[in-house]
């Protein structure tokens, strides 16, 4: 990347993407200066999460650099983000959405972009982006630098990186093989006595086992794959006198984030999660992961997992599976 030349990174969440390409960048742009409502630099992210990571990562690197970022996300106010953007800035990280808005009314200029990130690709292709991605580069000059990352390569992920990367360096960092050393998995498997009544003893079953952990379970992530089961799950473990509290993208920006830095402080003991919300999700030690739901795609239990037994820690992720999940199940034992 310090070479100039554009990158194509295949990399899983928890491999140091972050640092690979925030170095870089603050390397290129200590020389120059931004002008108003252009900005050098652009990072994309597919979640609000992942991009408010990202800047609290850049600005870990930059302590001692008068250099100047900007956080575009939902759930802000717009006149925020301008004064900030009417002011120039070297590096701008938002969701792609939010850019776009910024654009639409006339408050941003994206000609002056020497250095694009797209961040999760994978996750964006998820999301439904690929679309304003393909737009937000159309509006790039074409003599920009592109660094782009993603878990897996799909068939549009690789359309994307041939139509704007520019003989690119592709990276390959292999599946982190010591996940699997420093996670203890198991899987519960549960059948409801009634289909009216599964829902609420499968939730019984889950605090059966957090009770079973006992203090070992310092703290942990509970995923669901629906949002509206993290609330439901949420509600019912405040309920019984555990201490937990949702996260997922119909939640306002503000109590997101009061919501994970409680959880990154230690204030909370259980965060329900939906995935979307949990990627670029930080906290070094997360003792246990509770996958609820079983996920519809392998990768996403790679994701999930991966929150625990960090930096060379013991970690433990527990699954319930029923009769029903057995097709999801086997995908991910087959990964």
């Not at 006992?214 to 309920?239: E, H, M, P, Q, Y």
Request: glycine residues 8%; hydrophobic residues 40%.
């Amino acid at each position: 990347a310090l070479a100039g030349k554009d990158v194509l990174g295949i990399a899983q969440t928890g491999t140091g993407k972050t640092a690979s390409f925030t170095l870089p960048m603050i390397h290129l742009l200590a020389r120059g200066r931004a002008r108003a409502r252009m900005p050098r630099s652009l990072v994309l992210c597919p979640t609000r999460e992942l991009a408010a990571q990202v800047a609290e990562n850049f600005d870990t690197y930059t302590k001692h650099l008068k250099l100047t970022k900007a956080l575009l996300i939902g759930g802000v106010s717009f006149k925020e983000q301008d004064l900030l953007i009417d002011k120039g800035v070297d590096v701008l990280i938002a969701t792609p959405g939010r850019l776009l808005d910024h654009f639409e009314r006339g408050k941003l200029l994206l000609t002056g972009v020497q250095v694009m990130v797209v961040d999760e690709a994978d996750r964006m292709l998820d999301m439904g982006f690929i679309p304003d991605i393909e737009r937000i580069f159309g509006l790039t000059p074409f003599t920009r630098q592109t660094l782009f990352f993603s878990a897996t390569m799909a068939s549009e992920i690789e359309r994307i990186t041939n139509t704007f990367l520019s003989a690119p360096t592709r990276i390959e960092v292999a599946r982190q093989a010591t996940a699997s050393e420093t996670i203890e998995q198991s899987v519960v498997m549960f059948k409801g006595s009634r289909r009216d009544r599964e829902a609420s003893e499968k939730r019984a079953v889950l605090r059966g086992l957090i009770d079973a952990e006992g203090a070992a379970c310092t703290n942990g992530i509970i995923f669901c794959n629906r949002k509206t089961d993290v609330d439901i799950c949420a509600k019912s473990l405040l309920k019984y006198g555990y201490d937990a509290a949702p996260i997922h993208g119909d939640l306002d920006q503000s109590q997101r984030t009061r919501t994970l830095e409680a959880f990154r402080e230690g204030k909370l003991r259980f965060l329900v999660a939906s995935d979307v919300a949990a990627r670029g999700l930080d906290v070094p030690s997360v003792s246990h992961v509770f996958n609820f739901d079983v996920p519809s795609h392998p990768e996403d239990y790679v994701h999930r997992i991966g929150r625990t037994g960090r930096a060379g820690r013991d970690g433990k992720a527990m699954m319930l599976c029923s009769p029903r999940d057995q097709k999801n199940f086997d995908a991910i034992e087959a990964l």
